[in-house]
């Protein structure tokens, strides 16, 4: 039997079937095993006891999406698993696992002409005393798979380590799993993982973020719990404070958000993280902190919207709101991760960037990166420590709104002797007093706007990749940076040659780097995932993309897939 | 955090109350009682010896609202309503500063009511001083939550129809560790309470009334009608809301000096260095 | 005298006088500013000679005592919000004339005579006693010299502080 270099896989079933924790161990145990993976997980409106779905990828390399087809759909019960059917395509080389007992697999998914085998989980659950029918799955899978007993049994403790009892039955179930699938001829077997192994990390693109907010120099945090970046706050609080840092729940965003600048007009790094709505409410103390100066970063976790949309699914649809929405000229920073690790990376950068320039930063996550559970290679590590231009006491003639070379004026920090003043979201003179001359506007709408462009921002602006002497280029960002960059691999075989640009700064948009990127191209297509092409018509109002620019755009919910942008790559390639 | 050298400045003399105001002119209308308000904070600081370099007076929006300002202390001008909130983060994210949260009965109460609820439940050690004239002075006369409901106003002909906002009600029932009521009218005695609110650990809620000679010019009559250290403090709430059922709105004075203890973040404050948090990631 | 703490030496009553006079010096300048800033010269200007002549009052009183430094002031309590002599903020008005701040200004004083005539008539002893008569004196002088300035100034017209303009809108 062939080996795969990538393995897709979905256990399903009702709440209470533990189809999610199965899901999180054979991850692990890939993990352990040696293997790139990716999880991501969909469920019922239903708080408890919803039918639910982990859908994983496990691949010998770094993988940031999913693939077109899953293998295997296993499930525990089928009890309304079709609403899925949208998010899990099968083929007619995939297998469906199904306890006989709970009935035949919805027709939905049959008709891809899959392969079917049964296990009677349930039953099998039973003859192991105190053993799970999700444990039977785990090891059913784990054999399908191919995956080493001890990479399965370390991923079993791991997650059992609090409740030494429950262990032994979970293994034996997992034994019990493993030898029942010696009875299904269908197995997909995974190439051996990679010889040399660098150091991995198993996290979620939330707990990078929160990572790296720390790393970045983030020591506040007032937090409102939102979907999809609840996790982000709740990994950040006890983290914060074994860093010395304070997290505080608000009532609400906009609590959260003035909090962040009180505790950043403090002089420590502050933080807030939420999604769409959030940020929504948000916006006027982003403005606030443009005109007062203070930096702050602002994680938005993008889900789908508008209004509370749909909030545990992706979608690229805020880009609009983060670099447009604050009323005035209010020049801020906005920055995209493209992948789960790099979320750390952009956060940090995110931090530095926002302390550098004294100004807000919203770095728009999405739920997939947030949420998407993921083996990576440790992330590369970015200069750490923040660089706030502060005042030293006593400063003779001290003005807070300085007008300097490069826009950025010293801050001081309360605490410090003979530099009070007000920060103030009026306008205001150089000193900090409220001023409504025309020629103070000028001045400081001037600096504010001047400390952002004018500041080198290096390498980091975007991942340029792909076939430098292509005459073709394709201009991404986020979440779709991972299928866009397999797509274009998969098309390559059929001639497709492109440059690849991942926009990491959105805001400023670094023109200059990108048309010199762009260099020669004769066509640029954009592909992002919202319905109004927001990516694609603010590079176009801000810059000439040389030669022929089209966009490619689809709202969410679901993530493009690679073959999804291979055939619009082939398309794109002919016309 | 970038730590500032703060050791320059020589032993400082005694200061007076002038030198805890700032060169600025305030721009409020003679008469106000907001002037009070300024004097008697200057007052307060001076009777405590405060370094002005120690302290932050954080406001919202509105007339009252351009206190920081006038205060020689370092000074937050933020948005409407949200003053408590980055009060909030302010002195959680630097303990060691005192923090003054002012700002008007408009701000408050009204854009920033929910605010005010849950800064009085958390408790955080800072001091709220709400300039209260009734009326939305900055935008020109419109009523708020704490005017009279047959007050007659252009947006609101012949009055909202609405129930009055009891601050001193929801603040004793919200948690705040002290309440009082002060007139500007009367600035040494403001200043008393507000030097006591300072003091005091916890959330310390200040309801001054003040009035606007410009919108409201009926409220010249207040200081006829205020009723000096009418109010005790006790630290029993039972006492203090039985107080509050024949209260006036006119009575000054100490109602509740509570004995909470003010918000301190939770959680293990074992130090680490960020690079060690990365263990939980390992594989 | 409810909460005035009845002077025991001339020391102290002096330093009683001090403070009242410090007080009412520094609010005639703070609202000669404010008033300033509201572009009303005149009672800017009237204010702050006002502020002048107390704070010359408040000079002569620590050189007549030979004080080098401020006598400690957190001793007292007024029996009214603030000091006798003290301007109260609520008693402005932007477009208020120099009559009206005169008018203020006797008013004060005459608070200030009630107030020492008070310390007179009150259980002190005999050398407080005679200072605060010679107080009360200086202070009746002053109302005098005040309303003779008042006889020189033209009383407002009816309308006096009528405004044709709405008020301006800030924030």
């Not at chain 1, 990127?517 to 801000?542: D, T």
Request: aromatic share 6%; net charge negative.
């Amino acid at each position: 039997m062939q080996s795969a270099r990538s393995v897709s896989v979905v256990l399903a079933g009702s709440g209470g079937a533990g189809v999610m924790t199965a899901g999180n161990m054979l991850l692990e145990a890939a993990a352990h095993a040696g293997y790139y993976a990716l999880m991501t997980r969909s469920s019922g409106p239903q708080i408890r006891g919803g039918e639910a779905a982990a859908m994983l990828r496990i691949a010998c390399e770094p993988i940031e999406c999913m693939e077109d087809e899953f293998q295997v759909l296993a499930a525990v019960d089928w009890e309304n698993v079709q609403r899925f059917n949208a998010e899990i395509p099968l083929g007619d080389s995939s297998l469906i696992v199904g306890d006989p007992d709970q009935g035949n697999p919805p027709d939905v998914f049959l008709k891809s002409g899959a392969a079917r085998a049964s296990l009677p989980l349930k039953k099998i659950a039973k003859s192991v005393p105190e053993g799970r029918a999700n444990m039977v799955l785990l090891g059913a899978l784990a054999a399908l798979l191919g995956l080493p007993d001890d990479a399965v049994a370390r991923a079993v403790e791991r997650t059992l380590g609090k409740r030494p009892a429950a262990l032994a039955p979970s293994l034996a179930a997992v034994a019990a799993g493993r030898a029942a699938a010696a009875g299904i001829a269908v197995r997909f077997p995974l190439s051996p993982p990679p010889a040399t192994r660098a150091p991995r990390w198993l996290l979620t693109g939330n707990e990078a973020a929160g990572y790296g907010a720390i790393k970045g120099g983030v020591r506040f945090v007032a937090a409102y719990p939102i979907t999809p970046a609840t996790e982000l706050l709740e990994w950040m609080a006890p983290a914060l404070a074994q860093v010395g840092g304070t997290l505080v729940q608000a009532e609400d965003e906009l609590a959260s958000v003035n909090m962040a600048i009180g505790g950043s007009y403090g002089g420590v790094p502050s933080l807030t993280a939420t999604s769409g709505p959030g940020l929504s409410l948000m916006v006027e103390a982003l403005g606030l902190a443009v005109a007062a100066e203070i930096p702050i970063v602002v994680v938005d976790v993008m889900r789908v919207g508008p209004s509370t949309g749909i909030p545990t699914k992706s979608e690229q649809g805020d880009l609009n709101i983060a670099v447009h929405g604050l009323h005035g000229d209010a020049p801020h920073l906005v920055l995209a991760p493209n992948s789960v690790a790099d979320c750390l990376g952009t956060t940090q950068w995110a931090v530095q960037l926002a302390e550098a320039l004294q100004t807000p930063a919203i770095v728009l996550s999405d739920q997939f990166l947030g949420q998407a559970r993921s083996v990576v290679d440790r992330p590369e590590d970015f200069p750490g420590g923040c660089s706030r231009v502060t005042a030293g006491a006593g400063t003779p003639g001290y003005k807070r709104y300085a007008v300097t070379e490069s826009g950025v004026s010293p801050m001081a920090i309360p605490g410090s002797a003979g530099l009070a003043y007000t920060a103030d979201g009026l306008e205001h003179a150089e000193r900090g007093t409220p001023s409504s001359q025309a020629s103070d506007h000028f001045a400081q709408l001037d600096k504010r706007r001047r400390k952002l462009t004018a500041h080198d921002y290096g390498a980091r602006w975007a991942d340029v990749e792909g076939e430098p002497a292509a005459d073709c280029a394709i201009v991404t960002f986020g979440s779709c940076t991972g299928p866009v960059r397999e797509g274009l691999a998969l098309a390559a075989p059929d001639g497709v040659k492109a440059r690849l640009i991942s926009l990491r700064l959105l805001a400023p948009l670094p023109a200059l780097q990108l048309l010199a990127a762009l260099e020669g191209v004769q066509r640029v297509l954009v592909i992002e995932q919202n319905q109004s092409a927001q990516l694609y018509k603010y590079l176009r109002a801000e810059c000439d993309l040389p030669g022929r620019a089209t966009s490619l755009h689809r709202p969410g919910a679901l993530q493009f897939s690679p073959g999804e942008i291979r055939r619009h790559l082939l398309e794109w390639s002919r016309a | 955090m970038n730590e500032v050298a703060c050791n320059a400045a020589p032993a400082p003399a005694m200061r007076g109350p002038n030198d805890y105001k700032s060169d600025v002119k305030p721009v409020w209308c003679p008469g106000c009682g907001d002037f009070g308000v300024v004097n008697a904070l200057a007052k307060a600081m001076a009777k405590m010896a405060l370094e002005p370099k120690d302290v932050a007076v954080v406001s919202g929006i509105g007339c009252s609202s351009r206190i920081p300002a006038y205060m020689a202390s370092y000074g937050f001008h933020g948005v409407h309503g949200r003053a408590l909130a980055a009060g909030t983060g302010l002195k959680v994210a630097r303990p060691d500063l005192t923090v003054i949260v002012t700002g008007g009965d408009g701000d408050g109460y009204s854009i920033g009511g929910n605010h005010f609820l849950h800064a009085c439940r958390r408790n955080v050690d800072m001091t709220y001083i709400v300039m209260d004239n009734r009326v939305y002075g900055m935008t020109k006369g419109q009523p708020s939550p704490t005017t009279e409901p047959d007050w007659d106003s252009k947006l609101s002909p012949d009055g909202t129809g609405l129930r009055e906002f009891q601050p001193l009600v929801i603040a004793l029932t919200s948690g705040a560790n002290f309440i009082a009521r002060g007139f500007t009218g009367d600035p040494n005695g403001l200043a008393e309470i507000i030097e006591q609110a300072v003091r005091h650990p916890g959330f310390s809620f200040v309801e001054v009334l003040s009035p606007c000679v410009t919108f409201r010019p009926e409220q010249k009559e207040w200081k006829k009608i205020v009723k000096a250290d009418a109010l005790k403090p006790t630290a029993d709430m039972t006492r203090a809301a039985r107080r509050l059922l024949r209260d006036t709105g006119f009575e000054l004075g100490v109602l509740y000096a509570g004995e909470r203890p003010p918000y301190a973040p939770r959680g293990p404050r074992a130090l680490r260095t960020p690079s060690e948090l990365e263990a939980r990631f390992a594989l | 005298m409810k909460k005035t703490k009845l002077p025991r030496t001339v020391e102290e009553f002096m330093a009683y006088a001090w403070a009242m006079e410090v007080e009412a010096s520094d609010r005639y300048a703070e609202l000669a500013d404010l008033m300033g800033t509201h572009h009303n010269r005149e009672v800017a200007d009237l204010f702050a000679k006002l502020a002048r002549i107390e704070g010359k009052h408040r000079d002569q009183i620590a050189a007549q005592m030979g004080w080098t430094k401020a006598p400690d002031a957190a001793v007292f309590r007024w029996e009214t919000p603030e000091g006798p002599e003290t301007t109260d903020y609520g008693d402005l008005h932007y477009l208020m004339q120099p009559w009206h701040a005169l008018k203020l200004a006797e008013h004060n004083e005459r608070r200030a005579v009630e107030f020492f005539e008070r310390f007179a008539a009150a259980r002190v002893p005999a050398d407080v006693r005679a200072a605060a008569l010679e107080m009360a004196g200086e202070e009746r002088e002053h109302v005098r010299l005040i309303g003779e300035w008042l006889a020189k100034v033209p009383p407002p017209e009816p309308g006096w502080d009528e405004d044709m303009d709405p008020p301006a809108v800030a924030d």
